[in-house]
């Protein structure tokens, strides 16, 4: 399933890549040629949106949507378990046993022997 999910997200990548690509902006119109933002005031502005710029949304949706897929699979997959949690519950798991040292194994401090 994540496999399937992963081909998607590529695809939808590559689409919005060169759907974006293909599209010209809105300053390219034979409008610009007479200056900064006179395009819109001279051929009025556009109506509905095209086939590509709906594409480009159908497409950025599916990104979106197989981005947020992804993200759930690899957490799920993890484990589901918190880094912070888990330092968290071992401190505390560690405040509440004592340590218990071994008497014998400590070591005693070397008493300097002086040659008479």
Do not use: C, W
């Not at 992963?6 to 040629?33: E, N, R, T, W, Y």
């Not at 009025?44 to 947020?68: D, K, P």
Request: no cysteine; hydrophobic share 45%; proline share 3%.
């Amino acid at each position: 399933m994540e496999k399937l999910v992963l081909v998607v997200h590529v695809l939808a990548a590559l689409g919005v890549i060169g759907l974006v690509l293909l599209q010209h902006g809105k300053g390219a119109d034979m409008g610009a040629s007479f200056g900064s933002g006179a395009s819109g005031s001279l051929f009025g502005v556009s109506g509905s949106s095209n086939f590509m710029s709906r594409a480009t949304a159908i497409f950025v949706i599916v990104f979106f949507s197989t981005s947020l897929t992804l993200a759930y699979m690899a957490s799920d997959k993890a484990g589901g378990g918190s880094v912070v949690k888990a330092h968290v519950t071992q401190t505390e798991a560690n405040k509440a046993a004592p340590v218990a040292t071994d008497v014998s194994k400590t070591e005693t401090p070397a008493t300097e022997v002086v040659p008479k």
